[in-house]
């Protein structure tokens, strides 16, 4: 697949420090946005293990040295889907354990994921970071919401006007290194030339409505670097109260070679 990324991440207006952590390697095709929570600086160091721990993870698959799975994973996908599944799994795990120094108590990290692989791109999310597929104009989300409020939402629980309990929307049902294990939601993309995946925490959305944000994905004037620094400007702009983070990968056209070398691997 021929695609080309760009991410950015910005400490807001309010905030003091910035507990996001993002990676972007598109020569191993990995893309993560990981929201870190919890005491004072304490989610910094679970977000930021949680893209070390996986962009190492995913160095040693890209260099042969394939790790062992944690445990059996019975879901009918692809290995690389699998292996992305075992290293959220792995660091989970790590995150779980460094809780038990004082300082580290109870701290944990959504994560948000993209894996390339050929013609399908696989998304696995923990948490409320959000992934979107712009398609001729149309943003839909695809990654799933782990949240009290989402899940309230899902049964139908809104007020008149379509709103929750305004105290449910930060609460999250699912958290890395909450415990032992971590149930991570997949699920694969197919995008065609023209289409562009965004991956973001949530400073992004709750200060940018979607149709603002499909506003700035839609112009394809602007680069796509452009296009990350105009949705951070404009999160800020809407108030910028949390750490802003977002990556975009574009889908492009691919050329002969590509297609010829697709054929005869098939």
């Known amino acids: 697949m021929n695609f080309r990324s760009a991410g950015k991440t910005d400490i807001g207006l309010k905030r003091k420090i910035n507990e996001d952590n993002i990676l972007v390697e598109p020569d191993i095709g990995l893309f993560i946005v990981a ?3 919890g005491g004072h600086k304490a989610g910094d160091v679970a977000s930021r293990m949680v893209v070390e721990t996986m962009g190492d993870y995913w160095s040693k698959v ?3 040295k394939t790790p062992s799975f944690l445990e059996p994973i019975h879901q009918d996908i692809s290995d690389p889907a699998k292996h992305l599944l075992n290293s959220i799994s792995l660091t989970n795990i790590i ?3 460094a809780q038990k120094r004082p300082e580290y108590h109870r701290m944990g990290s959504t994560v948000a994921a993209l894996l390339v692989e050929d013609t399908c791109v696989w998304a696995a999310n923990v948490g409320d970071t959000r992934t979107y ?3 001729h104009g ?3 989300q695809v990654s799933q919401e782990h949240s009290v409020e989402a899940e309230q939402r899902a049964m139908g629980l809104t007020d008149a006007m379509g709103a929750t309990h305004p105290g449910m929307k930060n609460l999250l049902t699912r958290v890395m290194g909450q415990h032992k294990t971590v149930d991570v939601y997949i699920t694969p993309i197919h995008p065609e030339p023209g289409d562009i995946l965004l991956t973001c925490s949530d400073g992004l959305t ?3 409505s979607e149709a603002a944000i499909s506003t700035v994905l839609d112009d394809f004037s602007t680069s796509l ?3 990350t620094d105009i949705l951070i400007d404009e999160a800020n702009r809407g108030g910028g109260g949390d750490n802003i983070s977002v990556i975009l990968l574009e889908i492009l056209e691919e050329g002969r070679w590509s297609k010829l070398k697709k054929k005869l691997k098939r």
């Open 138 to 140: 149309r943003l839909t």
């Open 62 to 64: 890209k260099a042969g």
């Open 225 to 227: 670097e452009r296009k």
């Open 35 to 37: 929201d870190g929570m």
């Open 133 to 135: 597929l712009f398609d």
């Open 206 to 208: 709750n200060y940018m």
């Open 95 to 97: 995150i779980h354990e």
